[in-house]
């Protein structure tokens, strides 16, 4: 029973900090120009990076504990997509704000 509620708590912080994560990427993704104090180009990455952590976080924390046995290349090639486009939209955001 501690068990199955431990795995049960983990995986509703981690559903939460995922969506989190999704929803506030896909709002600064989505916002017009004039949003916050930053560059509209450089908001959209980090937006972006945002929704991809949020997968990220989604695949490794969630349904890696609802599908144990799932195959092991696609998983690792799935999150290592995610994870990749994260920090690729991460190092974009970076280089928007500097070049600006």
Not at 7 to 18: E, G, K, N, P, Q
Not at 55 to 68: G, I, L, N, S
């Amino acid at each position: 029973m501690l068990r199955f509620a431990t795995t049960a708590s983990l995986v509703l912080a981690a559903w939460a900090w995922a969506t989190l994560l999704t929803v506030g990427g896909a709002i600064l993704a989505t916002s017009p120009g004039g949003f916050g104090p930053w560059e509209p180009r450089a908001m959209t990455l980090w937006g972006l990076a945002g929704v991809a952590a949020g997968v990220f976080v989604f695949e490794v924390m969630v349904a890696d504990r609802f599908f144990p046995r799932a195959r092991g290349r696609w998983v690792m090639g799935l999150e290592t997509a995610a994870g990749g486009l994260m920090l690729l939209f991460a190092a974009a955001g970076v280089a928007a704000l500097i070049a600006r």
